[in-house]
């Protein structure tokens, strides 16, 4: 399509649509912080044609992945603190086994074996943890997310018990 058809001729397919107007929201909002009030969307979605309960739908949807973003972020964060542990406890291993080496030997020979033998699987670690795509990583939250949902269960279940023990 050129620039020179006349207004009456264009037509859009629904996804070139949505690129459309989302450039145009995007444009029009400089302000990043600007909020639209749920009336204001209605509003929006009424101009367009689009069905309250669609929107609705829609909202839910986006509230719904607005929650597993949450929950990527948070297990994002906690391999990573994982990781920083296990290298921190990586240094302080290795740490004293070379002022060992340092102090009986005059040098460090021995303790490099042991900082490479260790220094291996600490390696793989911090690769995993920083592969945030892939069937492992989809695997491993998975994993973390059904734990998480079970200790928040579990806890739950226990503060309840314990309310109606008190009462």
Not at 9 to 15: K, L, V
Not at 122 to 136: S, Y
Not at 148 to 160: C, D, E, R
Request: net charge neutral; with cysteine; charged share 25%.
């Amino acid at each position: 399509m050129t620039a020179f058809e006349p207004q009456s001729i264009r037509s859009y397919s629904q996804e070139d649509v949505q690129q459309i107007l989302h450039l145009a929201i995007a444009r029009q909002a400089d302000d990043k912080d600007k909020e639209f009030s749920y009336e204001q969307i209605l509003e929006i979605a009424a101009e367009l044609e689009i069905a309250p309960e669609s929107l609705k739908l829609a909202e839910r949807d986006w509230l719904v992945q607005q929650g597993q973003v949450q929950q990527r972020k948070a297990f994002d964060s906690y391999r990573i603190r994982k990781f920083q542990k296990r290298l921190g406890n990586y240094t302080i291993f290795n740490g004293f086994f070379i002022l060992l080496d340092l102090i009986t030997g005059g040098g460090i020979s021995w303790s490099l074996y042991i900082l490479l033998f260790c220094g291996l699987p600490l390696g793989f670690d911090g690769w995993n943890t920083f592969q945030m795509k892939g069937e492992e990583y989809e695997m491993a939250f998975q994993k973390w997310s059904r734990n998480h949902q079970i200790k928040k269960t579990i806890s739950t279940v226990l503060n309840k018990w314990f309310k109606a023990l008190q009462a």
